[in-house]
C-alpha cells in the first residue's frame, strides 16, 4: 500500500489529519492560506505560520478515473476515481482525495459514473491508509 510522503512542511497537515481534524498552513502575518504547505508566503514572503482549522466542506473542482495499468497497488482497485476538491472556506486551496461512500470505505466504493463536478463533498479521514478521503454532503 501507498502511504504519504511527509514532509517537515506537510507533517502538521497529516498530524491534523490524523486526527478527523482538516487544517491549511496559513501565512501568520497576511492571512492567506496556502496548500501544498510550504516555509514561505507566496504573497508577502514571510516564514511565519499556523495552521488554520477549516469546515471540510467542498465542491468537486476536477476528477479523473484511472484504468490500468497502475501501480501494482491499485490496479487491483481500478476503475476508481480522484478528485480535485475545492474548500468552501479557503477558495484557491484544492486538496486531492478519493469519494468514497463513507469514511474508510475502499476507493472502488462509489460509482465513478456517478461523480459530478460541482457535486459537494465533505472531507474524512481513513485511519487504515493514513489518507484524506471525501463523501457526498448531506444535505
Not at 501565512?27 to 469546515?55: K, L
Request: with cysteine.
Amino acid at each position: 500500500m501507498l502511504e504519504p510522503l511527509v514532509d517537515a512542511d506537510g507533517a502538521p497537515f497529516w498530524a491534523y489529519a490524523a486526527q478527523g481534524e482538516l487544517r491549511v498552513q496559513t501565512c501568520a502575518d497576511c492571512g492567506e492560506p496556502r496548500f501544498p504547505p510550504r516555509p514561505c508566503c507566496p504573497r508577502c514572503q514571510s516564514f511565519a505560520n499556523d495552521w488554520r482549522p477549516v469546515s471540510g466542506q467542498g465542491r468537486i473542482w476536477s476528477y479523473v478515473v484511472p484504468h490500468p495499468p497502475l501501480l501494482p497497488d491499485y490496479a487491483e482497485q481500478a476503475p476508481y476515481n480522484v478528485i480535485l476538491v475545492e474548500l468552501t472556506d479557503a477558495p484557491g486551496i484544492r486538496l486531492v482525495g478519493n469519494l468514497v461512500t463513507e469514511a474508510g470505505a475502499p476507493l472502488g466504493s462509489f460509482d465513478p459514473d456517478r461523480v459530478r463536478i460541482g457535486a459537494k463533498v465533505q472531507f474524512v479521514f481513513d485511519h487504515a491508509t493514513g489518507l484524506p478521503q471525501w463523501v457526498l454532503e448531506r444535505t
